[in-house]
């Protein structure tokens, strides 16, 4: 694929593994004062007012706080915050503490470092990471690349890329996505629907409509290939055998 084919604005998630840490960087809009705000309490999304025909994907009123299953410290840098959460202080885990990031700034990029935990397994976390799917592109609102890199030991860093083009077809319910990873290509003609009229949900204040996703794959040709497929819910739940 044409290296030149994105540019810098393209949204852009990077995942990065190096000696029991995890850095995670995206190049989003940065954090503003509410979004601090949301990360540092428990159920108090900055998402929760958005339009309701958009694709939620979080849950629980949890979120970022599950970080702290696989690690002890966590250092963020977003546009003008610079700040870490340490789960052996008092309150740590919702108190920030102001302090400069640890690596290296990437600019236009908010970046997470996460400091993993002894009992974290590093294992099956790198073989989890390694096994993200290029499908997975299919269902995420605005994220075109995803870029991992692995350095275990003295090895030679593994690298690998999944990226995501789209092609109008002049008709807004559907459209052509291309998925790349290496010299894998794989081709879907997705179909959306809108899903009205939902029964209320306490998550879910006010939002009646939804957003459903049917990608159908094509081979070379662009014909239909029939095979088992995954069902998503942003996130693959599992292989139920439909063969679309």
């Not at 605005?142 to 789209?166: F, V, Y």
């Not at 239909?224 to 069902?231: D, G, M, R, T, W």
């Amino acid at each position: 694929m044409d290296d030149n084919a994105y540019t810098v604005s393209t949204p852009t998630l990077n995942i990065t593994y190096k000696n029991r840490t995890l850095r995670i960087d995206c190049n989003e809009m940065g954090f503003s004062k509410k979004n601090v705000a949301a990360i540092c309490r428990v159920g108090r999304s900055s998402k929760s007012k958005l339009n309701n025909a958009r694709r939620y994907i979080g849950e629980k009123g949890i979120g970022f706080k599950s970080v702290f299953k696989v690690s002890d410290i966590v250092w963020i840098h977003s546009g003008h915050y610079s700040f870490k959460f340490d789960k052996s202080q008092r309150l740590g885990m919702i108190a920030p503490i102001w302090t400069a990031f640890p690596a290296k700034i990437m600019p236009g990029f908010t970046s997470i470092l996460l400091k993993l935990s002894q009992d974290c397994n590093v294992i099956e976390l790198v073989q989890e990471i390694k096994a993200l799917d290029p499908r997975l592109l299919i269902f995420l609102q605005k994220l075109k690349i995803i870029n991992i890199a692995i350095q275990e030991g003295g090895k030679d860093p593994w690298q690998t890329s999944l990226q995501r083009r789209d092609e109008q077809t002049g008709d807004i319910a559907q459209q052509l996505v291309t998925l790349h990873e290496k010299s894998r290509r794989l081709s879907y003609r997705i179909f959306r629907f809108q899903v009205k009229n939902l029964p209320d949900d306490p998550k879910r204040v006010g939002i009646k409509q939804s957003e459903l996703l049917l990608a159908f794959p094509l081979d070379d040709f662009n014909k239909p290939k029939i095979q088992s497929q995954n069902v998503y819910a942003f996130l693959p739940i599992r292989d139920y055998g439909f063969k679309v």
